[in-house]
């Protein structure tokens, strides 16, 4: 009976309490049938009455543990949930105002360096010249990548599913070599594994963030593996 008690227990700990039963009702039938075909002596159903409720008690006890950490578990995963949609709102407030900025600048600058002010012209060289111009479209490429990381980060908790309305046709060369480019590399040694077969190309209709994640995960595995 002892034996019983643990094994009833152990079910319904592990499985839920639908699938618990099942098994329960599965196991009782075929040790009811095994006992009644192998045994020299009849069933003991007065005993096994007896300890019925014992049996009873311990799956209310046991069911009722269950729900209680589940409601708990729900609960923190709710509570979590609610603080990624509120940190990935507090973090795109930043992340629009470095965006304008970044194309105001990129509007403003060519103006700037153009001027006719001579002292501005012989302090900037070509090099400091060309990374000025290339700074505002890479502040605005890095933005969009914190936007990325954060639908991503929010896809994950279910708080921000994707739909059919946000699908684009892509040209898929494009998109893995953007990819690449914002692609965390430890050293240059790591980019320079990478080799990109541009023939033949193809459009692709995805939802852009889901592809960038995608070409991560195959860059990522690729390297560590």
């Known amino acids: 009976s002892t034996s019983l008690l643990a094994a009833v227990t152990v079910v319904l700990l592990v499985f839920d309490l639908a699938n618990a039963i099942l098994m329960l009702l599965l196991g009782a039938a075929l040790a009811f049938a095994a006992f009644g075909l192998f045994a020299t002596r009849p069933i003991p159903w007065k005993l096994f009455l007896e300890q019925t409720p014992i049996y009873v008690f311990a799956m209310l006890t046991v069911t009722v543990f269950n729900q209680a950490v589940a409601r708990e578990t729900r609960a923190k995963i709710a509570a979590a949930m609610a603080l990624g949609g509120h940190i990935a709102h507090e973090l795109r407030t930043p992340l629009v105002s470095m965006r304008a900025a970044a194309e105001l600048i990129d509007a403003q600058l060519p103006c700037l360096l153009d ?81 990109i077969d541009s023939h033949p190309t193809f459009n692709a209709i995805v939802v852009p963030v889901l592809l960038d994640h995608l070409v991560f995960n195959l860059l990522k595995n690729a390297i560590y593996a």
Not at 130 to 135: C, I, M, P
Not at 172 to 182: M, P, W
Not at 183 to 192: G, L, S
């Open 115 to 195: 001027s006719d002010s001579d002292p501005l012209r012989s302090a900037i060289d070509a090099e400091d010249r060309r990374l000025l111009e290339e700074a505002p479209k890479a502040i605005a490429c890095e933005v969009d990548h914190a936007f990325m990381v954060i639908d991503l980060a929010l896809v994950n908790t279910g708080i921000r599913p994707y739909g059919s309305h946000e699908l684009a046709t892509l040209p898929i060369l494009t998109s893995v070599e953007a990819a690449i480019k914002r692609y965390p590399f430890k050293d240059p040694e790591q980019r320079n594994w990478v080799r």
